[in-house]
């Protein structure tokens, strides 16, 4: 049975491989890490309490990690079920991170009675000036969406505030993760930390009514984070909110910005989405009729297996080719980095792809290079070393090895467009498609 009690204590082990952990997910991992409002973190010894949407399984944990820029080492509170596994559990519980069980997942009685346990532990951190991060929808879902909040974090809070006779004065650090994809290697992440707030206003009704008093937290809780995320409220035509996201914030920022980071296209989406529910509201009428045109538009790209982005994209033979000439010269750089970074890249995507709910891909694929791809950079070292017969030049090589791992994904990608490219240039003079450059342009007169 594996102790949680000292979760809470800080770890010199942590301190010696931040730097690396850092390195690796903010510099390596992800294309673009951004983070915006670390002016309102908590100073260090304030208890704070960390709630965050979950588009991207353990890897939110990470990420939440990564956007502090001292050494704070937050605990977080992960669904029980992942912790039925004994070795999964000792990586979870170096990690920091807690169980807690629900209904539907647990192992009976006895399993949710150790949510006592862990709420407990959970308060004495708070109680001790340290951080707790929890997920209050209490699962994770791909969508871009918010959606219901349970009753763990206020049920922590509330017990928190208690233990320390009311005098806590626990601060709720609301922060807004949201990815370009989540599945996939280099691409961007934002994390938005909202102002923190407090629920003092709550106490009182706490003493008489703790379930009222749940309510009403995440209530406040729930319409605090619903001003940062994007969230698509309208199910039944999510997936044409959700093309419209991408494909209006692509246009306008190409045409309206100069220099621009991921918290640029967040907001433009956050505005296409608000554009897109004031015209359901205002004008019921054009509302059907954007989403029928929609609908037809994303039907007709996969039907022909083409991407929004090179829709009445103007292309040239001459300029395909040249590009195409230029893939073949680079290609060389291309093999060598796939020689030295194949293994530790296709490796965890054969492993990631057995798994059932592709939400945990991302996580699989970090955690394990994490892990394993310093080994493989000693073993490339060892080898390159006793072939050359000099450490200096072994050790050239293993950093030409690594950085070439960008090289080789890169390549990966352009030729992977170029291939897209070509295809939609032989195709752009039929039916099909003139009809698909004439939907967009319908669509977008919308906007």
Known sequence: MIDFNNIGKHSYTWDIIMPYYRFALRDAYFKEFVVVGRENIPPP?????????????????????????DFRQPVFLARGDVFKN????????????????????SGGKSDLMKNLETFQIAAHILKTGGVIGMFPEAM?????????????????????????????NLQILP?????????????????????????SEFLEIYKNNPNEAYLQFNEKARTIFKSMVLDIEDTEHYEEYNLLREMIR??????????????????EEKKVISEIDTLKEETPERFETLMTETKQYAEGLKKLNLRDWLVNKKLTGFGLIFKTLLMVLFSPF?????INNAIPCLVPNMLSKKIKDKVFMGSIRYVLGFIFYPVWCLLI???????????????????????????????????????????????????????????????LLFF
């Not at 918010?146 to 509330?158: D, H, Q």
């Not at 291309?334 to 796939?338: H, R």
């Not at 032989?426 to 342009?441: A, Y």
Request: hydrophobic share 45%; charged share 25%.
């Open 86 to 105: 004994n070795i999964v559990a000792k990586i979870l519980r170096f990690w920091r991170v807690m169980p807690t069980f629900r209904l539907k997942d």
């Open 175 to 199: 922060v807004n993760l949201h990815y370009s994809n989540i599945h996939n290697f280099r691409e961007k992440v934002l994390v938005e930390i909202g102002k923190p707030f407090g629920f």
């Open 140 to 168: 994770h879902q791909e969508g871009r969406y918010l959606g219901t909040f349970k009753k763990g974090v206020p049920r922590i809070c509330f017990e928190a505030e208690e233990a320390a006779d009311y005098e806590l």
């Open 45 to 69: 010894g304030m208890p704070a309490f960390i709630i965050a949407n979950h588009q991207n399984s353990a890897l939110d944990g990470l990420v939440i990690v990564g956007m502090f820029k």
């Open 250 to 267: 692509r246009y306008r920022i190409k045409n309206n910005y100069k220099k621009y980071n991921y918290f640029d296209e967040f907001k």
């Open 334 to 338: 291309f093999l060598f980095g796939f």
């Open 381 to 443: 070292l060892l080898v390159a070393s006793l072939i050359s017969g000099s450490f200096i030049v072994g050790l050239s090589y293993t950093v030409l090895a690594f950085l070439s791992l960008f090289v080789y994904y890169r390549y990966r990608v352009t030729t992977l467009k170029l291939w897209h490219s070509w295809r939609y240039f032989l195709k752009r003079r039929t039916g099909e498609v003139e009809e698909l450059k004439n939907l967009k342009s319908r669509i």
